[in-house]
């Protein structure tokens, strides 16, 4: 069978397509992806051997201004047009999009040409690509167990897959936290400022210190940080990146982070107890966080109100009480098998 694969402009985007492409290239299946410049390397240096690669001249619309989101919705329509027009040729007998605007003109060729259409919304919201692309799909594929912003009146079949990780979090699923007072700070691959002005004053005013922190953070704040630790007797590996997250995350007996999509699932696959500070401007964090909280497994709490105190005296009920963080491990953890539930998905229509 022939599947097209579409993927937007991000990595958070690609990782969840290629994980699926190799799963159908491996069952057999002729892969076709399509992507923007750029995460063309991204996609060439993880896809299928056998995949072919189909470069696409649309991006994203969120660039500031009336003039740069006109050029970028024309590019769209044009790449759009474009594959309406491949399509004719090289009809696939699927296609399967992972969200993003570049992944929209491969949604409405395929909806041209009458082709089953899946679509895979990472967060507990719908995003606005997917929610302009949704008119055109019959099957959405949620990361999430429940999923705002779909229109009332919309006929879509919505199916719970989850969202692919790697391996190396799925190795680590499921074992239980070290009770070793281990807390994980990350704001993700470019820190985040809220975090490096609560947590170490938070855990300063704390009475009991013995806790020990790893802190990920932007490579201009390593240095103060690691002194400011360093002068207030707490101990902290403080870091600019992270290179084995799974295992940062499995060490851990409590994370806390920001609530992109991809995140709160690998904390769900491990199982960990988090406080998750979203980005004050992303609704779709603020869905993702809430949606893990309603698991039991931690805090989601607005920007506004992460402060000093109400930290320093949620960590020392949290570290003074190791049978409730092992609790709310247990409640986080949900089982991924997103890859092979997708790849079912899409195959077997």
């Keep these: 069978?022939?599947?097209?694969?579409?993927?937007?402009?991000?990595?958070?985007?690609?990782?969840?397509?290629?994980?699926?492409?190799?799963?159908?290239?491996?069952?057999?299946?002729?892969?076709?992806?399509?992507?923007?410049?750029?995460?063309?390397?991204?996609?060439?240096?993880?896809?299928?051997?056998?995949?072919?690669?189909?470069?696409?001249?649309?991006?994203?619309?969120?660039?500031?201004?009336?003039?740069?989101?006109?050029?970028?919705?024309?590019k769209i329509t044009v790449s759009a047009f474009a594959l309406t027009l491949r399509f004719a040729f090289t009809r696939p007998a699927r296609v399967v999009a992972f969200g993003g605007y570049a992944s929209v003109p491969a949604v409405f060729a395929a909806r041209m040409w009458r082709v089953p259409t899946f679509l895979h919304e990472q967060n507990a919201a719908i995003g606005r690509a997917n929610r302009f692309a949704m008119r055109w799909v019959k099957t959405l594929m949620t990361s999430f167990p429940s999923v705002s912003g779909i229109p009332e009146n919309s006929t879509v079949r919505v199916v719970y897959t989850g969202l692919p990780v790697r391996d190396d979090f799925i190795k680590l699923a499921g074992v239980p936290p070290k009770n070793e007072s281990h807390l994980l700070v990350t704001g993700g691959s470019l820190g985040a400022q809220i975090l490096d002005d609560v947590v170490p004053i938070a855990i300063q005013q704390m009475k009991n210190k013995k806790i020990f922190v790893t802190h990920q953070t932007r490579p201009e704040n390593v240095e103060r940080l690691q002194k400011f630790y360093s002068e207030n007797k707490i101990r902290a590996n403080v870091l600019s990146f992270i290179h084995d997250m799974a295992g940062a995350i499995a060490d851990s007996d409590l994370v806390i982070s920001r609530g992109g999509a991809s995140t709160v699932i690998e904390l769900e696959t491990i199982g960990r107890a988090a406080i998750i500070v979203p980005l004050n401007i992303n609704p779709d964090q603020a869905a993702n966080a809430a949606s893990f909280a309603r698991r039991g497994g931690g805090f989601a709490i607005e920007q506004g109100k992460f402060t000093q105190k109400w930290l320093s005296a949620t960590l020392t009920e949290l570290f003074d009480n190791p049978a409730r963080l092992v609790k709310m491990a247990e409640k986080a953890h949900a089982q991924n098998n997103a890859t092979n539930k997708i790849a079912d998905t899409v195959i077997n229509l």
Excluded at 12 to 32: K, Q, S, T, W
Excluded at 33 to 48: F, L, N
Excluded at 61 to 72: C, D, E, H, T
């Design 1 to 74: 069978m022939k599947i097209w694969v579409a993927t937007g402009g991000t990595g958070g985007h690609v990782f969840p397509a290629m994980a699926v492409a190799n799963e159908l290239a491996a069952r057999g299946h002729r892969v076709i992806i399509s992507c923007d410049g750029r995460v063309h390397e991204m996609v060439k240096k993880s896809k299928p051997e056998s995949a072919r690669m189909v470069h696409i001249w649309a991006s994203g619309v969120g660039a500031k201004g009336r003039v740069k989101q006109i050029y970028a919705l024309f």
